[in-house]
């Protein structure tokens, strides 16, 4: 009659190491297929080539009869409160200020008008150029955008 109960209590205990040994293989299983995800995408390198929106120019022109070139070029903000500037302007480039990634364009400037290798192709119209603003209107935009020099 002492066997019995000896005999049940074995059985336990082997159910028992079966089952832990079953979960256990299971985490080692979970465990190697996450090594291998994490080596996998350890293993992609991100493209070191830059995004280029200059797509459409080779570089940036200015030729107009109405604009001074010395009132259009420059850093141009909404406020001078502001801690950062808008855009800068200078004989190369068109330069997205507090842009993630590759801010500089390439534009053309031809009589009043303003053509921008952005994202989407921008042109609009320079409607007033002096030496402390700047006000363009850009296609599919109801109000021109103005800005003033920035002096921080």
């Not at 109960?5 to 985490?27: D, E, M, R």
């Not at 070029?73 to 200020?97: M, R, V």
Request: hydrophobic content about 35%; aromatic content about 12%.
């Amino acid at each position: 009659m002492k066997i019995i109960p000896v005999l049940t209590c074995a059985a336990i205990l082997c159910a028992c190491n079966s089952a832990t040994s079953s979960s256990k293989q299971k985490k080692d299983t979970a465990a190697a297929k996450i090594n291998t995800a994490e080596h996998f995408y350890d293993t992609i390198k991100p493209d070191p080539r830059p995004v280029s929106f200059n797509r459409r120019f080779t570089s940036s022109s200015f030729s107009s009869s109405t604009l001074r070139k010395e009132d259009f070029l420059g850093i141009w903000t909404i406020s001078n409160d502001d801690p950062a500037c808008a855009f800068e302007i200078t004989e190369k480039w068109f330069f997205y200020c507090d842009f993630d990634g590759n801010a500089e364009r390439y534009y053309k400037v031809k009589e009043d008008s303003i053509f921008l290798d952005d994202e989407t192709f921008r042109e609009g119209r320079i409607l007033k150029t002096t030496h402390d603003s700047l006000v363009i209107l850009w296609d599919g935009n109801d109000q021109p955008e103005i800005k003033i020099r920035w002096k921080n």
